[in-house]
């Protein structure tokens, strides 16, 4: 089975700063989905960036990237120029690839805190 | 801008009773999934609709829990007796096809059995 780890319970990080967040992961497969999702205190869970594992070239999206490693089965999130709405728990998961299950399976999550 | 909705957002009950979760998906969403999420611990599929069709179920708890989307519409989850173990958030999400397509979460019920 499919399993993801991060095994940062908690960070902090200043305002402006930027911070990177673990998650590694292990799957026999060789194409499928990595995601990290962003869950604000009391609010809903929110895709913050996605990374199909066929594409080399690493996501991004604005102050968010990834640094995907296949081969380490590796897949961190940098967060850059931090800002105080980007405290939140953060959860990365797996998905299987096309006709397999469809489910995410998430890690137990990175509860990050932003100091002004 | 579309949203997942749910209802209640808070249910407390005591242990031995019945409860149950709402979920309206985003309009023209044909995939629809319940996750359980315990406090410390990341979201676990409890199961997938496509349409009014059960996808996934593999853990749910069959003996005291059930899931209907009778119209491929909004969604109904039960529990029936509850039990302590069952305090968590329970989420509801969406998406517009199956396959990689974003899934979409709602603000979820937060159950506390007593």
């Known amino acids: 089975a499919q399993t993801v780890t991060q095994s940062q319970p908690e960070m902090s990080v200043q305002e402006a700063e930027t911070v990177t967040l673990s998650c590694t992961y292990d799957?026999?497969?060789?194409?499928?989905?990595l995601f990290w999702y962003k869950q604000p205190p009391s609010r809903q869970m929110i895709l913050v960036i996605r990374q199909e594992a066929y594409k080399q070239q690493n996501a991004t999206e604005n102050r968010f990237s990834v640094n995907f490693q296949k081969a380490a089965k590796s897949f961190s999130l940098k967060i850059s120029d931090s800002q105080l709405g980007d405290a939140a728990m953060y959860f990365c998961a797996y998905r299987a690839p096309q006709g397999g299950s469809e489910k995410l399976v998430f890690g137990k999550g990175t509860k990050l805190t932003v100091n002004p | 801008e579309a949203e997942v909705a749910q209802s209640p957002r808070y249910k407390i009950t005591e242990k031995s009773q019945a409860v149950a979760f709402w979920c309206d998906p985003i309009s023209g969403h044909a995939t629809l999934y319940w996750y359980r999420q315990i406090l410390g611990q990341g979201p676990e599929l409890l199961v997938q609709?496509?349409?009014?069709?059960?996808?996934?179920d593999s853990q749910l708890p069959k003996d005291r829990f059930s899931a209907e989307r009778l119209k491929g519409v909004d969604s109904t989850l039960k529990i029936q007796p509850a039990e302590l173990g069952d305090s968590a958030m329970y989420l509801c999400a969406s998406s517009l096809l199956r396959g990689p397509s974003e899934q979409f979460f709602g603000p979820g019920t937060r159950l506390t059995v007593l």
């Open positions: 799957t026999s497969e060789s194409d499928y989905y």
């Open positions: 609709f496509q349409d009014e069709s059960v996808v996934d």
